[in-house]
């Protein structure tokens, strides 16, 4: 039995929720989100709350069962409140601004990096080594800020680079002079 699967989903005020056949679409203050429900799982909506259920045929329904509640309580969480991830940029001379659709960084390279803010997510410059990524899609927000931070991953002896809040990076000692006899 799926431990995840079992717990149903509380559709908070203002959200409104529809099953339509194998479509689950979810509307909220921030968006409109859907969620196509794999074969080996069902969705009702019930006195408010969304319930999945599995189908007892199929040998990996308990998996499809637990990832489609998971996927579905994604949907209602970004659409009633949204995703946020923060990335730190340490490192003298690293800098980073946003111009219109773009951030332009200077990562150390020879040339500054750009990348292209994709639709459906908003960066903000905090401090000017912070950037805040947000949007209502839990995998879009998380896979941009993951492109983002392999550019320049913090590294480990002085820890330059990019890295997510709260992230702790173990420092290694670099290299020492030994003393001859």
Known sequence: MSKIGKKSIVIPEGVTVSIEGDLLKAKGPKGELSLRIH?????????????????EKALGSNAIWGLT????????????VGYEKKLELQGVGFRMSIQGKKIVMALGFSHPVEITIPEGIAAKVEENNTLNISGIDKQAVGQFSANIRALKKAE?????GFRYSGEKVRRKV?????ATK
């Open 174 to 178: 670099g290299k020492k002079a030994s």
């Open 156 to 160: 480990p002896y002085k820890g330059k």
């Open 39 to 55: 074969p080996e799982a069902k969705a009702e909506i019930i006195e408010g709350k969304i319930i999945v259920a599995k189908s």
């Open 69 to 80: 509640r998971s996927l579905a309580n994604n949907i209602i969480i970004g659409v009633s």
